[in-house]
Structures are given as structure tokens and as C-alpha cells.
């Protein structure tokens, strides 16, 4: 099975900063990565496929990059309604593994 | 509107079994494969199955292989989860989804069920 490893696990940041989440594959996953945001008690939502494109109806301060083995999501000012669970998903094999989640708080 | 209705949770003991369902509207649902994802309480994401679009192509977490069973019945919009031998490291929430595309990406989700397996 492909392990899928985010970093950091939690982060704390403010309002308009800027933040970045990696996710690493333990092989090459090409771009067969996708990120999902999840919120308390909800469903998760997807944000960005194929590692780098961003869903319709998703803010352009979203973005995410990378292939192989090493992808990131940034968000570029961080909005209130930000603050939430993102999970990177690789698809290239079954099963599909979630990485453990990047809780981003206040 | 897409809607994906998820029922059958609740209170199970180690050793029961449980079926869950998935009712889907909206959507042309013979068309897609479609998955089950679960999350235990307080952690993170876990893929359990998924199924082509007739039901001919299955696969499954290791975790549950050979205790769970994935199914579909295209004829009334509805995926199914067949629970055995469940597991007290079974108890999460159970959410359907839609996969769609090359990338397979899981575009609508359900509400999620809860499954409980304690004694």
C-alpha cells in the first residue's frame, strides 16, 4: 500500500497569513493526488485534483503543486472560514490512502 | 441537486454484522464508481472500498477485506455496505462518495452514518 504523510500534523497561524501543507507518497504517485478541507462535524469537500487543479466554486487563494512523490497545498491569505482538517488522497493504486490530516487552527 | 443519503448506522456488538445503504438522487449513478470512506472518532481519513460502475470490479482496505462486502443496485440509485464480524476498530463514521473522473476524485459525499461496536 502507498503511505501517504503530511506535515505538519497541526499549525497554527492568523488571519491573511500564508500557509503550506506537504504531503509526501512513498513512491511516485505522479499526480494522482487530491486535497480535501473538513470541517467539524461535516463532510469533507474537495479543493484541488491532479495535484494542482483547483475545483470550480474553490477560492483562487488555494492552490496546490507537485508530482511524484511530494506535493503541497498553500493557501495565500488565510480567510476565518479556512480553519479546518485538510487531507491529501493519492488515487494511483487502492486503496486509496488519506494522509493522517493537517488540523489548521487559529 | 446531488444528494447522497446514507442510513443503516447504529449500536452493533463485537462479532455482529450491519448493512449499510446509500441512497443517491441528482446524479446519474449507473455511470460512476462509487466508494466508502470511514472515520473513526476523533481521526482522520480512511478509504474502505470501492466499485465499479456495474459491480463487476470491487476492491477493499486489508483492514476489512474478506469481512466487508461492497455492492450496488443501479436499478434503485443505491450502494451498499455489508458489515461482518465487525470490530470494535470498525466504529467510525461511514461516508459514501461519488468518484468521478480519471483522477478519481470523490466530488459529492454523503452525511455519513455512524457505526458503534461495543458490547
Known amino acids: 500500500d502507498i503511505q501517504m504523510t503530511q506535515s505538519p500534523s497541526s499549525l497554527s497561524a492568523s488571519v491573511g497569513d500564508r500557509v503550506t501543507i506537504t504531503c509526501r507518497a512513498s513512491?511516485?504517485?505522479?499526480?494522482?493526488l487530491n486535497w480535501y478541507q473538513q470541517k467539524l462535524g461535516r463532510a469533507p469537500k474537495l479543493l484541488i485534483s491532479?495535484?494542482?487543479s483547483l475545483q470550480s466554486g474553490v477560492p483562487s487563494r488555494f492552490s496546490g503543486s507537485g508530482s511524484g512523490t511530494d506535493f503541497t497545498l498553500s493557501i495565500s491569505s488565510l480567510q476565518p472560514e479556512d480553519f479546518a482538517t485538510y487531507y491529501c488522497q493519492q488515487t494511483y493504486s487502492t486503496p486509496h490512502t488519506f494522509g493522517q490530516g493537517t488540523k489548521l487552527e487559529i | 441537486e446531488v444528494q447522497l443519503v446514507e442510513s443503516g448506522g447504529g449500536l452493533v456488538q463485537p462479532g455482529g454484522s450491519l448493512r449499510l445503504s446509500c441512497a443517491a438522487s441528482?446524479?446519474?449513478?449507473?455511470?460512476?464508481?462509487m466508494t466508502w470512506v470511514r472515520q473513526a472518532p476523533g481521526k482522520g481519513l480512511e478509504w474502505v472500498a470501492n466499485m465499479n460502475e456495474d459491480g463487476s470490479q470491487k476492491d477493499y482496505v486489508d483492514s476489512v477485506r474478506g469481512r466487508f462486502t461492497i455492492s450496488r443496485d443501479n436499478a434503485k440509485n443505491s450502494l451498499y455496505l455489508q458489515m461482518n464480524s465487525l470490530r470494535a476498530e470498525d466504529t467510525a463514521v461511514y461516508y459514501c462518495?461519488?468518484?468521478?473522473?480519471?483522477?478519481?476524485?470523490?466530488?459529492?459525499w454523503g452525511q455519513g452514518t455512524l457505526v458503534t461496536v461495543s458490547s
Open positions: 441528482g446524479l446519474p449513478f449507473s455511470r460512476h464508481w
Open positions: 491532479a495535484a494542482s
Open positions: 462518495a461519488r468518484v468521478h473522473g480519471s483522477y478519481r476524485i470523490l466530488d459529492y
Open positions: 513512491q511516485s504517485i505522479s499526480t494522482y
